[in-house]
């Protein structure tokens, strides 16, 4: 079993800048992607960045050159740097690490862009 705790969601003016943060603990495999979902309200939960660990990563358009994914493999975590933020970020932010058939989730971290 895995736990992810999140840290570092709230609310930001447009054009500001949030970290999150997520430290996984339990039975955690050498090899595995840790990334970030969103999900607005009414919206389906979807993707925003992976990191593998050798530091692979992936990101959906609408985050490139604004979020960066970066994870410190000793401490387990992993982290996404938020900058250029708009109302259309806003949305609850979910950690998640994917080991093979096991994949885990922590519970959100609100996020709110409004001025």
């Known amino acids: 079993q895995v736990q992810l705790v999140e840290s570092g969601g709230g609310s930001v003016q447009p054009g500001g800048s949030l970290r999150l943060s997520c430290a996984a603990s339990?039975?955690?495999?050498?090899?595995?992607?840790m990334g970030w979902y969103h999900q607005a309200p009414g919206k389906q939960r979807e993707l925003v960045a992976t990191?593998?660990?050798?530091?692979?990563?992936n990101y959906i358009d609408f985050v490139k050159g604004r979020f960066t994914i970066s994870r410190d493999n000793a401490k387990n975590t992993v982290y996404l740097q938020m900058n250029s933020l708009n109302p259309e970020d806003t949305a609850v932010y979910y950690c998640n690490l994917n080991q093979g058939v096991e994949n885990y989730w922590g519970q959100g971290t609100q996020v709110t862009v409004s001025s």
């Open positions: 339990g039975n955690i495999y050498r090899i595995n992607n």
């Open positions: 990191i593998n660990n050798w530091g692979i990563t």
